[in-house]
């Protein structure tokens, strides 16, 4: 056989298999995912990026990562810098919820489709992300609220709560506050008396704590803390003060991160909510998934539960952050 006609049988072959398998031509080629995380905040932050790390390196997916720091600008500057790189996909957990419209639509002019995790963003124009991956934030003030109302249902008098906030304009914050008013708003006895951010920082949480119990002194009852990290830093304040916290303040915190399972077991937190940051591998499948050309639900929710102090001995050895 001549080398033509073996050069000719060969062309053919390949296209054979090119129509067989479409992606087969383009197997090699790995996806390359540009992920923009918020910062370094908190336990539940850490476990987040290492959880979106590892599931990259699993499912063989390039991993470009952009800290933002908890500033926005940084976040904007590095989605910019995926557009430019022509990444295949982008994802990332907004600081706060607006202001994104812009480069929002800078990625969908450039066909680069974008996934949100962990937290949503603010826009008229819900065709700028393909899907919203993550804990429903409102849920969780629900169900603070809900086990609070439950706990507090045998006292009389007033409930005095003071409240740490998270980021301001973020989701989570917004929600969970939303949540538990909602639910908390039936009975006239709760009251929120002191209501400040701690930008879900354990250093922030002490700090604002502080100043409560100097403004509030023995009239708080309980303590509602956005995320574990503010409330393990308020815990710090209340001791500080004289106070036995999980005793003399009841606290009701978010996230169910390994340092509040510990608080709990040594008797100073009472309740946390569960938020999963276990996202890496069902961020990674939504990337194969899209890449393949398959359509994701908007709207993909982490399924999550709730553990008071009684249990926190028995379910801490299971915890995997």
């Not at 994802?91 to 450039?110: I, Y």
């Not at 606290?251 to 946390?272: C, H």
Request: hydrophobic share 45%.
């Amino acid at each position: 056989m001549n080398i033509r006609r073996r050069t000719a049988l060969a062309a053919a072959a390949a296209l054979t298999l090119a129509a067989a398998w479409p992606g087969a031509a383009f197997a090699q080629k790995k996806i390359v995912l540009g992920f923009s995380q918020i910062g370094a905040e908190s336990e539940w932050r850490t476990a987040n990026t290492e959880s979106v790390k590892a599931a990259a390196k699993d499912a063989g997916i390039e991993l470009k990562f952009a800290d933002a720091q908890q500033k926005q600008e940084n976040q904007i500057k590095a989605i910019r810098s995926f557009i430019a790189q022509k990444v295949d996909v982008i994802a990332f957990s907004p600081v706060v919820e607006s202001g994104f419209e812009t480069v929002l639509r800078e990625a969908k002019a450039a066909k680069i489709p974008v996934i949100l995790t962990d937290r949503a963003v603010n826009t008229k124009d819900d065709s700028l992300y393909v899907t919203f991956m993550g804990s429903d934030f409102l849920e969780e003030g629900r169900k603070a609220g809900h086990w609070l109302v439950d706990k507090m249902k045998d006292q009389k008098g007033e409930v005095n709560i003071v409240e740490l906030q998270g980021t301001v304009g973020s989701a989570p914050a917004i929600d969970r506050k939303k949540g538990f008013e909602e639910v908390i708003k039936a009975d006239p006895r709760f009251k929120v008396i002191r209501s400040q951010t701690g930008d879900f920082t354990r250093a922030k949480g002490k700090e604002v704590m502080e100043a409560f119990l100097k403004a509030e002194g023995k009239k708080i009852n309980v303590l509602y803390a956005h995320n574990d990290d503010m409330a393990i830093g308020a815990i710090q304040a209340i001791e500080e003060a004289g106070l036995k916290p999980g005793k003399d303040i009841i606290i009701v915190s978010i996230d169910a991160v390994k340092g509040a399972f510990e608080a709990m077991i040594a008797g100073k937190l009472n309740v946390t909510v569960e938020c999963s940051p276990l996202l890496g591998p069902q961020l990674m499948q939504a990337v194969k998934d899209l890449m393949a050309g398959k359509s994701l639900p908007k709207r993909i929710v982490t399924e999550e539960s709730i553990f008071p102090m009684e249990v926190a001995a028995k379910e801490f050895p299971k915890r995997k952050y």
